[in-house]
Antibody
Framework: EVQLVESGGGLVQPGGSLSLSCEAS????????LSWVRRAPGKGLEWVST????????YHADSVKSRFTVSRDNSKNTLYLRMNSLRAEDTAVYYC????????????WGQGTLVTVSS | ELVLTQSPGTLSLSPGEGVTLSCRAS???????LAWYQQKPGQAPRLLIY???SRATGIPDRFSGSGSGTDFTLTISRLEPEDFAVYYC?????????FGQGTKVEVK
């Protein structure tokens, strides 16, 4: 059974940093691109970042570029998101999602971890 | 940047009714890379439709998608109690992904 479990969320002050993790199981981790998607309170879904299966290619939304860094450790079946210079507008539930190689879209999602940026 | 606009923002309906949700793109969606997701409170999004009209694994046939170019629709033929949720369209051509702002289907 495919499982994605996020962790690392919490309360952080504006300008601070936080690292999220997403531990995967039930599939060959290195064969899949993975992404982070967030949902701010009262708002819709927003794609944040994607990393290729090997980790050699990464992509970030303009809203987080130069502040967030996606990475992965294929030996630990874990995806990461390092978030720096956090702003109030980064407050959201952050989900990790697996990209299905056949349909080129997200087929499995974690349950999310809440990040709150507030003083 | 491609923008997806969903309408209406909220629909109030009763179980058993049919509904059609709209998603309009600011420019043509390449290769019909248009998907629909359902999200319920406290849950992760669930993929319903990909490639504009293909149902994802395990999705009931009361859900159907159609459209091409810039205009897409999601139709639920007969609402079941578990279908009351927020629905998002999403384009996924290229390395980035863009979501619409969502349509909430609520119980009347």
């Amino acid at each position: 059974e495919v499982q994605l479990v996020e962790s690392g969320g919490g309360l952080v002050q504006p300008g601070g940093s936080l690292s999220l993790s997403c531990e995967a199981s039930g599939f060959t981790f290195s064969s899949y691109d993975l992404s982070w998607v967030r949902r701010a309170p009262g708002k819709g879904l927003e794609w944040v970042s994607t990393i290729s299966g090997s980790g050699s290619s990464t992509y970030h939304a303009d809203s987080v570029k130069s502040r967030f860094t996606v990475s992965r450790d294929n030996s630990k079946n874990t995806l990461y998101l390092r978030m720096n210079s956090l702003r109030a507008e980064d407050t959201a539930v952050y989900y990790c999602a697996r990209k299905n190689t056949v349909i080129n879209n997200f087929d499995y999602w974690g349950q999310g971890t809440l990040v709150t940026v507030s003083s | 940047e491609l923008v997806l606009t969903q309408s209406p923002g909220t629909l109030s309906l009763s179980p058993g009714e049919g509904v059609t949700l709209s998603c309009r793109a600011s420019q043509s969606v390449s290769s019909n890379y248009l998907a629909w997701y359902q999200q319920k409170p406290g849950q992760a999004p669930r993929l319903l439709i990909y490639a504009a009209s293909s149902r994802a694994t395990g999705i009931p046939d009361r859900f159907s998608g159609s459209g091409s170019g810039t205009d897409f629709t999601l139709t639920i033929s007969r609402l079941e109690p578990e279908d009351f949720a927020v629905y998002y369209c999403q384009q996924y051509g290229g390395s980035s992904r863009t979501f619409g702002q969502g349509t909430k289907v609520e119980v009347k």
